[in-house]
């Protein structure tokens, strides 16, 4: 898979709600089995930077289900560079499919404790070789993810669309998109963390120049916080499915895609408001439920 623009399917979610507001989900969870979504975009600058400067090592950190930690083993494999991941915490008994996922990309995973990754700001504390080595931090933030996550809308006409929501962890794509977007378009985030209020000042911080889009975060649909998930969320993804056929994680994008429904029943969207929903991917995360919790695998 090349860094080449990938046209993403765009499809219409199914809703009950007044037809005057349609609503088109950009599929990029169809753009790779593992490395869906987001992460690829976001880690496009970082990868073609590091081939052009010759260097050999993507290293990057991540917890023991980062969706970017795999993203990043996967990239750097197809791009015949080799991977370091740095893993939050002890090594655990059983690994979870993501770490397994990286090291079969051929990511060489150290486990490092609490307390070193939160001193990671200097890779320094964590890893020695650096010579040869990218170093991208975690989640794929920075101005090179920003950058690539800019390229989301490009490869399609998006300019009719009057919102645009994405889920939002460290907003890094949801800055990407204001960058991108036209002026007329709102960004509307959907904050998967709990109390993450400190991301307003943190994407205006990633946003480059005065002139930047304007955004809005919701924050009162985390369902508990980070990679938590309630009966209701479950049931939602599950109808979601069976109605569009189109399947979510309850980490990220089914908190996106019950948000956006619950906008459109409140009546948000004013009349003939043409809405695209990121699906950012993701699914891989949906191993870690109990088996039969999801009607789609
Ligand atoms: C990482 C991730 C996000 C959050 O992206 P940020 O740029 O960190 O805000 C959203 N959706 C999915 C599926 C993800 O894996």
């Known amino acids: 898979m090349s860094f080449a623009p990938l046209p993403a399917p765009v499809q219409p979610l199914s809703h009950p709600f007044p037809a005057s507001v349609a609503v088109d989900v950009l599929r990029l969870d169809l753009l790779h089995p593992v490395v869906s979504g987001n992460k690829w975009f976001k880690l496009k600058h970082y990868v073609e930077d590091a081939k052009a400067q010759g260097k050999k090592n993507l290293l990057t950190f991540g917890g023991a289900y980062s969706n970017h930690l795999v993203a990043t083993a996967a990239a750097a494999e197809m791009h015949g560079l080799a991977s370091i991941g740095i893993v939050r915490g002890e ?12 090291k079969r990309y051929g990511m060489d995973l150290r486990f490092v404790s609490r307390d070193d990754y939160r001193r990671k700001s200097d890779p320094q504390n964590v890893c020695s070789e650096q010579e040869d080595t990218c170093i991208i931090s975690e989640g794929g933030a920075g101005e ?34 204001a960058t991108a977007a036209e002026p007329h378009q709102s960004i509307i985030g959907i904050v998967v963390l709990k109390n993450a209020f400190s991301l307003q000042q943190e994407i ?4 480059p120049g005065q002139k930047h889009r304007s955004f809005s975060l919701l924050f009162h649909y985390h369902f508990g916080g980070y990679a938590r998930h309630t009966p209701e969320l479950l049931r939602f993804m599950n ?10 994680d309850f980490v990220y994008t089914g908190k996106a895609f019950f948000a956006t429904v619950d906008l459109l029943k409140a009546g948000h969207f ?28």
């Not at 090179?144 to 009719?160: E, F, P, R, W, Y």
Request: glycine share 12%; charged share 15%; net charge positive.
């Open 91 to 102: 090594e655990p008994a059983v690994w979870s499919h993501t770490l397994r996922d990286a």
């Open 144 to 177: 090179k993810g920003v950058q690539g996550a800019a390229d989301i809308l490009s490869a399609h006409n998006t300019k009719h669309y009057t919102h645009i929501i994405t889920a939002v962890g460290t907003g890094t794509t949801l800055a990407g998109l």
């Open 204 to 207: 205006e911080a990633m946003l």
């Open 239 to 248: 109808d979601c499915f069976a109605t569009s056929s189109i399947a979510t």
């Open 270 to 297: 004013p009349s003939g408001s043409r809405v695209l929903l990121v699906h950012t991917g993701g699914l891989q995360g949906n191993r870690s439920l109990k088996k039969g919790a999801l009607i789609f695998p």
